[in-house]
DNA sequence: TTGTACGCGTTATCAG
DNA sequence: CTGATAACGCGTACAA
């Protein structure tokens, strides 16, 4: 292992000109930029992100979270609630205790606020799957994405692994005997929920079922008219792309006088604090919103240092919570 | 931001002390413990990786890559030649540079070799997608699994996005103005064959064209068999599971006196070094297979050092190589 | 059982 | 333009 100090020895200077021809800061000659540049090739000198971290670490670092009017409107409703509870405010506070840890300032901006402030960040965080001006796509710094991942675009991103979670679920339930679930999806033109409509579609037919599944917009009356359509089909079990939707399910199904979890089961994905407060609780696949905004800052800084630039995805994996809405074993 | 000493001063002990009882390393009684861990609590302390990485740095790591006899055959075949060229060995390449980077000993054995060896490692790394046997799988030290996802085992993976890449190969060809895309593949329980399936299927649909698939044998006389079928139809574009499939539809195609890319144009996936060597040399998408490498190594030192446990699954970004096999633009 | 002091590799600061 | 040196936070020999 290689350190500066043996770049610096050989080149015959001192570790802090080493540096700053590394990282191209201050002054230095040409003739010591040569000398340095041939020491590091040589030696074949990379610098420890750690170490280089710590060092960065006194000044501290800046970034701003970036999302849309529509999440921030839903952020702002909650503040006179006593708990927050929105899948966004799980995943902010995950970020703020990171950038607590890591002397990470942290500003959190609509879009349209950070296009007229115009500060300068070390790096960007951007929340949610809304879509996002291209000006701020085309500024040159390190940016993460969190739930949100376009296809055909090498984005850093953190999402969950709604696939995983949602074929070990499915994979559970045929297992226990059930054969008619069927899946309620919102639109999948948007990757999460395509994952979890895949997630299903592989259990059902890995297991020699036949997937069954219905597209609704995220609307009562989409779902009203869907599960008037659905009901006397008898399903066993309905999986629903997430919480919200099989909230409305199970309004629905209590309107109409039908018993949950004894005649049809429903489980949800995401696992928002309502998954608990409603009646029966419901059965979900539970997203770790925290860790979520944990990772993609912790991604961030690495990006910031410099470390393991190659983007990639990172997808988190889910767990299912068994509540009331399935019948356990 | 709190620090080691910030605790040590409340507690009223030593930093070196505090460092004891978080670890849980030497002796100190139940008392400071109890004052320590008061302390923590309260300034709810938590450890900077980066630091403890570098504190650790000096004793250094041992990990162990462990891989099939499959994969142990196809290194050791290589060895006499001059170029390294398997997909794997590019791999432990950029582990082992990783690993020097980070002061990590590394050892490389296959599974049976590290069951009969039974040395203390601090974490483990395992090469391919091949049969592990379970008490691997149960010792109780981290490990990540490189190139191997299992659906519905939570584990640290890191694959290459296969789904991605394809997808925006394919969608890049049909905007072409190609519409006869057809895809050979391998068995799609391999979770890489099926996300690149995936991503075939979604940009043909996406495009409102009809996905046409065969699934072979990774064997000449399957491939021969499929291909015989399939050349009648006319196919402008095959795309193939990986290079390899690729490379064995070029040799049928040529022996059949079938010009390639004018009569039809052939894609791979992996961009192995024979990829080059072919003639024409293969179009295809390029697993970034050192940065694979690279990452998993510092994935499992986040492991050893305690940071974001929870498990994910890292997929790497992939890229379309354009090569002789396809007519560019 | 506990504390002191140093080292890990890097960068920022300040003096030259 | 360059060098010396003090941090950054933590773990651990070694001393007490």
Same mark, same amino acid.
Do not use: W
């Given at each position: 292992m290689t350190s500066i100090d043996d770049v610096a020895k050989l080149a015959g200077v001192s570790t802090a000109t080493v540096s700053r021809?590394?990282?191209?800061?201050?002054?230095?000659?040409?003739?010591?930029?040569?000398?340095?540049?041939k020491a590091v090739e040589e030696l074949n000198y990379k610098p420890s992100t750690q170490a280089r971290h710590l060092a960065k670490f006194r000044k501290g670092f800046n970034i701003c979270v970036l999302y849309s009017e529509r999440i921030k409107k839903h952020l702002i409703s909650e503040k006179n609630e006593f708990i927050q509870k929105s899948f966004y405010s799980i995943v902010l506070k995950g970020i703020a205790d990171g950038a607590q840890e890591n002397k990470v300032k942290m500003?959190?901006?609509?879009?349209?606020?950070?296009?007229?402030?115009?500060?300068?960040?070390?790096?960007?965080?951007i929340l949610g799957s809304d879509k996002i001006p291209n000006n701020i796509l085309e500024c040159n710094i390190p940016i993460v994405f969190i739930d949100n991942y376009?296809?055909?675009?090498?984005?850093?991103?953190?999402?969950?692994?709604?696939?995983?979670?949602?074929?070990?679920?499915?994979?559970?339930? +045929?297992k226990r005997g059930?054969? #008619?679930?069927? &899946?309620?999806?919102?639109?999948?033109? @948007?990757?999460? *929920?395509?994952? !979890?409509f895949e997630g299903?579609?592989?259990?059902?037919?890995?297991?020699?079922?036949?997937?069954?599944?219905?597209?609704?917009?995220?609307?009562?009356?989409?779902?009203?008219?869907?599960?008037?359509?659905?009901?006397?089909?008898?399903?066993?079990?309905?999986?629903?792309?997430?919480?919200?939707?099989?909230?409305?399910?199970?309004?629905?199904?209590?309107n109409n006088n039908i018993k949950v979890p004894d005649e049809v089961q429903l489980i949800g994905f995401d696992d928002?604090?309502?998954?608990?407060?409603?009646?029966?609780?419901?059965s979900t696949i539970k997203v770790f919103?925290?860790?979520?905004?944990?990772?993609?800052?912790?991604?961030? +800084?690495?990006?910031?240092?410099? #470390?393991?630039? &190659?983007?990639?995805?990172?997808?988190? @994996?889910?767990? *299912?919570?068994? !509540?009331k809405t399935t019948k356990g074993v």
């Amino acid at each position: 292992m290689t350190s500066i100090d043996d770049v610096a020895k050989l080149a015959g200077v001192s570790t802090a000109t080493v540096s700053r021809v590394i990282n191209n800061k201050g002054k230095y000659s040409e003739k010591t930029k040569l000398k340095v540049l041939k020491a590091v090739e040589e030696l074949n000198y990379k610098p420890s992100t750690q170490a280089r971290h710590l060092a960065k670490f006194r000044k501290g670092f800046n970034i701003c979270v970036l999302y849309s009017e529509r999440i921030k409107k839903h952020l702002i409703s909650e503040k006179n609630e006593f708990i927050q509870k929105s899948f966004y405010s799980i995943v902010l506070k995950g970020i703020a205790d990171g950038a607590q840890e890591n002397k990470v300032k942290m500003d959190t901006l609509t879009f349209n606020e950070f296009i007229k402030k115009n500060t300068k960040y070390d790096g960007i965080l951007i929340l949610g799957s809304d879509k996002i001006p291209n000006n701020i796509l085309e500024c040159n710094i390190p940016i993460v994405f969190i739930d949100n991942y376009i296809v055909g675009k090498k984005t850093n991103s953190i999402v969950s692994n709604g696939f995983d979670g949602t074929y070990y679920t499915i994979d559970k339930m +045929i297992k226990r005997g059930y054969k #008619k679930i069927f &899946h309620i999806h919102g639109s999948l033109m @948007f990757y999460g *929920f395509r994952r !979890r409509f895949e997630g299903y579609e592989l259990a059902m037919k890995n297991n020699n079922l036949f997937p069954i599944t219905y597209e609704i917009k995220e609307e009562e009356e989409s779902i009203n008219y869907v599960m008037s359509m659905i009901m006397p089909k008898k399903p066993e079990i309905i999986f629903a792309s997430n919480d919200s939707i099989a909230i409305m399910i199970l309004k629905y199904l209590k309107n109409n006088n039908i018993k949950v979890p004894d005649e049809v089961q429903l489980i949800g994905f995401d696992d928002v604090i309502d998954a608990t407060l409603v009646n029966p609780p419901l059965s979900t696949i539970k997203v770790f919103k925290y860790e979520m905004g944990n990772v993609a800052l912790e991604r961030l +800084i690495e990006l910031i240092n410099g #470390k393991n630039l &190659h983007p990639y995805v990172t997808s988190l @994996f889910t767990e *299912f919570i068994e !509540r009331k809405t399935t019948k356990g074993v």
